[in-house]
């Protein structure tokens, strides 16, 4: 049921494999953890590294530690912050968890617009310049698909900073974390909206002139892209996770 623990941060390899186990299920709400000694055994680590693990559990919404030591798991939808969206796009065994990305890839659908728009209305010239410096390097690397992926990365990293919104920074910086897991495997998926680096240059121009609604439509048109290629994959994902399911449980 659990794994000893490999040389590391003992606390936080305690809290990694009892958020991963939460996050994908293996424990109900309302679930109550081994004791604090019983975990140590079990995990192979001091009884600090626990108590150490669990506080960090409790910080991010996953348990409550009750009076008398007990501790509960809790409906971490309910409870829990978007830094838990990295720990629930893989599943155990590396499949994909589809839902999770399509959840993501709909903030991000809703975000970056939103961002492009009040980059326009609040960017200083030193953000415009910024992004002019980043659309021409993705001209001088048109021909190539990696370097394009890194610098679309950085372009709307500038546009969040940009819109000088608080929550859209820390919201990205979730679904960065979440996407950097998987991202590499999307790189052809994903290619159109790379290429399209006219969009990138129509949204520059706009936030430069400080037109919010022409940078909302344009980006909006640039993560479209993205998006259809995305939901085709993960349509295919889906379909064959499914076909493992009957193999994978002793079916056919």
């Known amino acids: 049921m659990f794994e000893q623990v490999k040389k590391q941060s003992l606390s936080n390899a305690v809290f990694e494999q009892l958020r991963d186990?939460?996050?994908?299920g293996e424990m109900e709400v309302g679930d109550p953890l081994p004791a604090e000694r019983v975990l140590a055994e079990k995990l192979g680590v001091n009884r600090s590294a626990v108590r150490e693990g669990l506080k960090r559990l409790?910080?991010?919404?996953?348990?409550?530690?009750?009076q008398g030591g007990k501790t509960k798991v809790l409906n971490f939808k309910?409870?829990?912050g978007l830094e838990l969206l990295a720990a629930m796009m893989v599943k155990e065994g590396g499949l994909i968890n589809t839902g999770v990305a399509r959840s993501v890839l709909e903030m991000r659908n809703t975000l970056a617009p939103d961002a492009a728009r009040l980059c326009a209305k609040r960017c200083n010239d030193e953000t415009a310049s910024q992004l002019d410096d980043i659309v021409?390097?993705?001209?001088?690397?048109?021909?190539?698909?990696?370097?394009?992926?890194?610098?679309?990365?950085v372009f709307w990293q500038t546009i969040i900073q940009g819109s000088d919104n608080v929550g859209y920074q820390l919201a990205f910086n979730s679904l960065d974390m979440t996407?950097?897991?998987?991202?590499e495997h999307f790189t052809l998926v994903l290619q159109e909206e790379f290429e399209?680096?006219?969009?990138?240059?129509?949204?520059?121009n706009s936030i430069s002139h400080g037109d919010g609604e022409k940078a909302f439509?344009?980006?909006?048109?640039l993560v479209a892209k993205g998006?259809?290629?995305m939901e085709s994959v993960l349509a295919e994902i889906d379909k064959a996770q499914t076909q493992e399911v009957p193999r994978a449980t002793g079916g056919r």
């Open 179 to 183: 996407y950097g897991q998987v991202l």
């Open 217 to 221: 439509q344009e980006s909006k048109q």
């Open 21 to 24: 186990r939460i996050v994908r």
């Open 136 to 153: 021409t390097e993705m001209h001088n690397y048109r021909q190539d698909l990696s370097m394009l992926q890194k610098l679309a990365l």
């Open 196 to 204: 399209s680096i006219e969009l990138y240059q129509n949204i520059l």
């Open 227 to 229: 998006a259809q290629a």
């Open 58 to 66: 409790e910080q991010a919404g996953l348990v409550a530690i009750q």
């Open 78 to 80: 309910k409870t829990g």
